[in-house]
């Protein structure tokens, strides 16, 4: 274990070192792939600087036994006490941390919420996804942009996109995919009754295109006029863009930008999203089953989380978790949940590392 955190230790060292290189501060692309490493490296060199100051102590302490001074054996055998129990509890942080994470998690969002079902009342209850999500990303001081927002007829959303930049963003925020359900008392409700409605939420992590085997001349991309709502520019420029994958024919398409520049990102996104997706499951499918079945898919029919207002409570149904606190979690307090979800996605991995 000494060896794997000395070797963490290096290349922190290494990465701190090229990110005061000049040639490095002036590519801001390399620059800022860098700077996440580092900050992604960060806890980890902390824990390991003070597990090894705590082993030093503990041999001092133990040299100090063979001491002829009672005094100085009793003093060793306090102290020894003490750093033993640390030592265990570092050990057992610093397994957690040595877990290989998923390279995803370093990435940039995609992030979309749309109403379900229950008409009015899924829109607002969107609407107040949507706030939940800002004020949670603010906290996290992650940078949020809005690709597109189609409000609702009595307020919230029928859909908003979001493109979400930070760091470890997909890492906190690949549970939320899937079906968040609302039960309470619609505002529309005149007799009192509680009702259920539904929201969906996809996140997307954006990839670049060394991050998949895809060979930019096999690809063929089309445009078209986006349809719908959403101003006078729909239907009088060609700002829909789609794209096709020529050997597999997996296609992605995106109306949801106001601009055609806008759309052809977030296409290649989801195509990007497609093809990884597909390689995963001929590669690799019974780990993909596995890691789909913790954290959701992001298909419409996963429930993963209920919002039940009259009790105040909040239960994410993949991992059996329920907090009677919901007045605080719809206010963007959802650390608790993701962490609840990060260690049951970690007790997965020990557990596969284990069976292998």
Do not use: C
């Amino acid at each position: 274990m000494l060896d794997k955190l000395e070797a963490i230790h290096e290349k922190y060292i290494y990465i701190e070192e090229q990110l005061g290189d000049p040639s490095v501060v002036n590519d801001m692309d390399r620059y800022k792939k860098l700077n996440k490493e580092y900050k992604g490296l960060e806890e980890i060199v902390s824990v390991y600087k003070e597990y090894k100051s705590l082993l030093e102590n503990i041999t001092s302490s133990k040299e100090m036994l063979a001491d002829d001074d009672d005094e100085m054996k009793q003093m060793a055998k306090e102290e020894l006490q003490v750093l033993e129990p640390q030592q265990e509890e570092l050990e057992e942080r610093i397994k957690i941390l040595l877990i290989p994470k998923d390279p995803e998690d370093e990435k940039d969002v995609i992030f979309e919420i749309r109403s379900g079902t229950g008409g009015d009342e899924a829109s607002l209850f969107a609407g107040d996804l949507y706030k939940m999500y800002s004020r949670y990303f603010d906290s996290l001081k992650w940078n949020v942009e809005a690709l597109t927002i189609n409000e609702g007829s009595v307020g919230g959303y029928n859909k908003i996109v979001l493109e979400i930049t930070g760091n470890d963003v997909y890492g906190k925020l690949k549970f939320e995919s899937g079906a968040h359900r609302v039960q309470r008392i619609p505002k529309t409700e005149s007799q009192g009754r509680v009702h259920t409605s539904a929201a969906t939420v996809v996140v997307m992590p954006k990839f670049e295109m060394e991050d998949i085997n895809i060979n930019k001349a096999e690809l063929r991309r089309d445009t078209f006029r986006a349809s719908g709502a959403g101003g006078q520019h729909v239907n009088k420029t060609e700002s829909g863009v789609r794209y096709t994958h020529l050997p597999t024919g997996i296609a992605a398409e995106s109306t949801d930008g106001r601009s055609q520049h806008k759309n052809a990102d977030i296409a290649m996104q989801r195509l990007y999203a497609k093809i990884l997706e597909s390689q995963k499951n001929q590669h690799d499918s019974a780990v993909a089953a596995a890691r789909r079945s913790l954290v959701g898919s992001g298909d419409r029919s996963d429930k993963v989380r209920t919002y039940n207002y009259p009790q105040n409570r909040v239960t994410d149904h993949r991992i059996g978790l329920s907090l009677n606190k919901l007045d605080k979690i719809i206010q963007g307090d959802l650390e608790k949940i993701i962490e609840a979800l990060q260690v049951a996605e970690n007790a997965e991995k020990m557990k596969s590392d284990v069976n292998e």
